[in-house]
């Protein structure tokens, strides 16, 4: 424990998210202030850079999974998957970004409805309903999750490949050299944009279960009433993360998917079953044909925000997360062949989450439609009450809203407490038994640093800090691609078997 305390790389980064901590307690509106300038910089100027570097993300991992290298086992070539499917897409779904889309999963396609992605396109309309699923889709599919896939791979593939350990500099070696003060950097910014992407997801979730608590109890929606559920959530994380990978992580992965099953089969059935198929076959359909259209899509001749405060934020915040995301995906992936890694990762989880967005939005939106109703004004004026001002609609309300409090307090346990194991071994140089000392030092400043922009400024402060960190780290998944490519190209391929010569 003492020489973990030592780390250069666990000095740098706590030191740093502990001054912005102090800074942020001791003048929260300046700190809401500096940060919305540097989320206005940051859009401006480097909007394109996300687009572009997002988009070479998935052409790289799909030319990677169909050509010869895709049959390379990450690990030793006899190895075996550590994990069943339905547990390994369990873990990647609640490590990555099971709570993110329990928020936006009605919030998202009833913003678009809203307020429309395009200013030609007539708002609240079957238009402008049919936008708002194709384009959730988009921002919840394939580009998100190639991040988190390209960080993965390359990490994975250094653990139980190389037998080397986890860290990203480790990771950029054969492109950077072995220089220290060089890792150490890389590692402290990949830990810094780490803490940033986990605190926006925490908050995020922290902010719609104080929503929750609001609408089924009257609980007050306040600041200080989510630094209280940021205290209970920190304990019941570090908790969780006593008892290790194997148990808790293992156990509440299971549990939150089989809740989301839950909930999805309930809503599926209980709400427009047909029209929820209907947007999801149409969805699937617009989200293929506008795939390049929406990728790179800017709007310099017209203007507008809109890009900036949701593509460009959702492609910043995955990438802040993809160190921890990334780690974690390694993390649970030893034994599986390149090619399953890389097509598990960027269809399955997507497909989940559009399917998702499909039954919770789409219900939201045919009772606008089609009922009358105005979830989407509710939305417009408090985005984290759109999935309960949604169940309002359907039967067993209270249970349904009881059960998604609960599911959105497992995903945060179950996200934090991955974090705070991979936090650790980032800065216990790449351990995968870092002390539980270190898992708490973490712990603590993740909560820490959610609160103080709970308190700065809510959701906008939450958005701007992951995208404001993730712009160094965007420029190491490039160098990480080119790493991998050199990296590959000298590994020996798997034979196949000789057949026998009939005699």
Not at 475 to 485: E, K, Q, R, S
């Amino acid at each position: 424990m003492r020489d973990q305390l030592k780390n250069p790389v666990l000095l740098i980064s706590s030191s740093i998210i502990t001054l912005l901590v102090i800074i942020g307690a001791v003048n929260p509106e300046g700190f809401g202030t500096v940060a919305g300038a540097l989320f206005k910089f940051t859009t401006v100027n480097f909007g394109w850079f996300y687009l572009l570097s997002v988009f070479g993300f998935v052409i790289f991992l799909v030319a990677l999974g169909l050509s010869k290298y895709g049959k390379i086992k990450i690990g030793p070539p006899d190895s075996k998957p550590e994990f069943p499917f339905f547990t390994w897409i369990g873990m990647l779904f609640s490590a990555g970004f099971g709570v993110g889309l329990v928020f936006w999963g009605v919030a998202e396609p009833m913003s678009h409805f809203f307020e429309t992605p395009f200013s030609e396109l007539e708002a609240q309309t079957e238009d402008a309903a049919r936008v708002a699923m194709g384009y959730s889709f988009f921002h919840w599919g394939v580009n998100q999750w190639s991040v988190f896939a390209i960080v993965g791979l390359l990490i994975a593939f250094l653990q139980f490949r190389k037998g080397k350990d986890g860290l990203v500099s480790t990771a950029l070696e054969p492109v950077l050299g072995k220089s220290k003060p060089v890792k150490h950097t890389i590692d402290s910014l990949a830990v810094i944009a780490t803490v940033m992407g986990i605190a926006t997801s925490l908050g995020l979730g922290i902010l719609q279960m104080n929503g929750g608590l609001n609408a089924v109890f009257g609980v007050p929606n306040n600041t200080a009433m989510q630094l209280v559920i940021t205290a209970v959530l920190l304990a019941l994380y570090l908790t969780s993360s006593s008892t290790g990978l194997n148990k808790g992580i293992k156990w509440l992965s299971n549990l939150n998917l089989a809740l989301c099953l839950i909930l999805l089969l309930f809503v599926f059935f209980a709400g427009p079953t047909v029209f929820i198929l209907n947007s999801f076959t149409l969805g699937i359909g617009d989200y293929i044909s506008n795939f390049v259209g929406y990728s790179l899509r800017l709007t310099p001749y017209e203007g507008g925000s809109w890009l900036r405060e949701w593509t460009i934020f959702y492609w910043a915040w995955v990438i802040a997360w993809s160190p921890f995301v990334g780690a974690f995906v390694a993390r649970v992936s030893r034994g599986r062949t390149i090619r399953e890694f890389i097509f598990g990762v960027l269809v399955v989880p997507p497909l989940i989450a559009c399917l998702w967005i499909a039954t919770f939005g789409g219900t939201a939106l045919n009772s606008d439609l089609n009922n009358g109703t105005s979830i989407a004004e509710a939305v417009n004026n408090d985005v984290t009450v759109a999935l309960f001002e949604t169940f309002e609609f359907l039967p067993l309300t209270g249970i349904l809203s009881i059960l998604s409090i609960f599911l959105i307090a497992t995903f945060l346990i179950t996200s934090a407490d991955s974090a705070t194991y991979i936090l650790a071994s980032m800065t216990t140089n790449g351990s995968l038994t870092p002390s539980l000392g270190i898992k708490i030092i973490w712990g603590l400043l993740m909560a820490a640093i959610a609160g103080v922009l709970l308190v700065a400024g809510g959701l906008d402060a939450l958005q701007t800090a992951s995208l404001v960190s993730a712009l160094p780290f965007t420029v190491i998944i490039i160098l990480f691609v080119y790493a991998f490519t050199k990296m590959i190209r000298e590994e020996p391929l798997p034979q196949r078997p000789k057949k026998r010569e009939n005699d």
